[in-house]
């Protein structure tokens, strides 16, 4: 009898693992025929201009900042992604000055899910201009956080293709994070407000070139929060695309981006992608911080690896990503 119970036990482990790895190979299959790969090309004509003299910095309040959100606008309007609020901009004041976030919404087809949101996000905004060097003083802010910019507007458009999400997807660009995570503090306080469900928030924060030595792509910040490093590399096409880095946990990194406010707020894992790891660039808040020093072709392919990553979390039947 023992021996029966055994024997159907293993076949039920059997079955349920064919089914998890039926349902990951369904979503390698449905993102491989939807997508076509990212395009160095691409990344680059986004951040020539999210990094350009001509926007100045992007400091809060700044023309420059206002001719970056209305291209943001611009590209997900193209895309078929519409406004969450009634226009783009999600509006809020710093010391007198109006500034704001962008917010593009892509509603969830199922009848139930679509109920439950998933934020991708990253800051637009940058500190203007700095201490000069040979005549320069445009921080330009390619890395810090043009590129977290790119990969919000890429994914914006992969998703607009992919046309399955059952969770509703916010696409935001936070404004004055170089002010205290303030752009990210009001809306979180605002989605709160609306009563607004969240599931989990992925937030995006220099990405612009590879780690060095390490044996994964990119690291999360607040790695032990939740399990979501471990989720990601299970819904990954790699075998390790997410690590933990020390030095992320040593100066507190997790608290000190934009997923930051809305863990305060919801209590729910929400965590920063990051290939920043203290020793492979040394440009931050520098006027070289500029498009010259990025590596599209990463930036490319980290933007790529996301996409089955995502994919999961916004179709999912269970909230799988939780905090520990």
Not at 101 to 114: F, H, I, R, S, W
Not at 192 to 199: A, F, M, N, Q
Not at 248 to 266: C, G, I, T, V
């Amino acid at each position: 009898m023992k021996r029966y119970i055994v024997i159907i036990l293993v076949s039920l482990l059997c079955i349920n693992c064919k089914q998890k790895t039926s349902a990951q190979e369904q979503v390698q299959e449905v993102v491989a025929t939807t997508f076509a790969k990212t395009k160095t090309s691409e990344v680059e004509r986004i951040m020539n201009f999210m990094a350009s003299d001509e926007l100045a910095g992007r400091d809060t309040g700044s023309e420059g900042l206002e001719k970056a959100a209305k291209f943001i606008e611009k590209e997900f309007k193209k895309n078929g992604i519409q406004p969450f609020f009634e226009t783009y901009r999600d509006v809020f004041d710093v010391g007198g000055v109006k500034t704001y976030n962008v917010v593009g919404y892509l509603k969830g087809l199922d009848e139930t899910l679509a109920n439950e949101f998933v934020i991708i996000g990253a800051h637009f905004d940058h500190i203007g201009t700095t201490k000069g060097v040979n005549g320069d003083t445009i921080a330009n802010g390619a890395n810090d956080n043009a590129a977290g910019t790119t990969a919000v507007i890429s994914l914006a458009e992969k998703f607009s293709q992919l046309k399955n999400n059952k969770r509703s997807i916010l696409f935001v660009l936070f404004g004055a994070e170089e002010k205290g995570l303030l752009g990210s503090k009001y809306l979180a306080k605002v989605l709160k407000e609306k009563k607004v469900s969240l599931y989990t928030m992925v937030n995006f924060e220099m990405i612009g070139v590879p780690l060095k030595d390490k044996p994964y792509k990119a690291y999360i910040t607040g790695f032990n929060k939740s399990n979501m490093a471990d989720k990601m590399n299970e819904y990954s096409d790699l075998n390790e695309f997410i690590g933990f880095l020390p030095k992320a946990k040593e100066f507190q990194l997790f608290q000190r981006s934009d997923n930051y406010p809305f863990y305060k707020e919801f209590n729910v894992p929400c965590q920063t992608i990051s290939t920043f790891d203290f020793t492979n660039y040394e440009y931050y808040h520098h006027v070289d911080d500029e498009v010259s020093e990025m590596n599209f072709e990463f930036m490319a392919e980290l933007i790529d690896d996301c996409i089955p990553v995502i994919t999961k979390m916004v179709t999912t039947p269970n909230k799988e990503i939780k905090l520990n």
